[in-house]
């Protein structure tokens, strides 16, 4: 996955939960809206992974998606 791949997938994330949060949120929406936060955190854990490497002169390919645990529980 590139820069181009990630960023599409956060877009799609972004207009699904906005398509969700527009009506009332039940219970199956409320789990998808977790699904699509944790996701899109994950998202932009593995862009900024590949921008520290190629900032660092590393190859961005060695990025990875971590689990949603450890990229939640980072300190802002």
């Known amino acids: 996955m590139d820069d181009t791949d990630i960023r599409t997938t956060i877009s799609a994330l972004v207009e699904e939960e906005h398509r969700l949060r ?5 219970d199956e929406q409320r789990r998808r809206l977790e699904q699509i936060e944790e996701h899109l ?4 854990d593995l862009l900024r992974q ?4 190629r900032e660092a002169g590393a190859d961005p390919g060695q990025a990875h998606e971590r ?5 939640e529980g980072y300190l802002q």
Request: net charge negative; charged share 35%; proline share 6%.
């Open 22 to 26: 527009e009506g009332g949120v039940e």
């Open 67 to 71: 689990p949603t645990r450890e990229v």
């Open 50 to 53: 590949r921008q520290a490497l």
């Open 41 to 44: 955190d994950q998202c932009w």
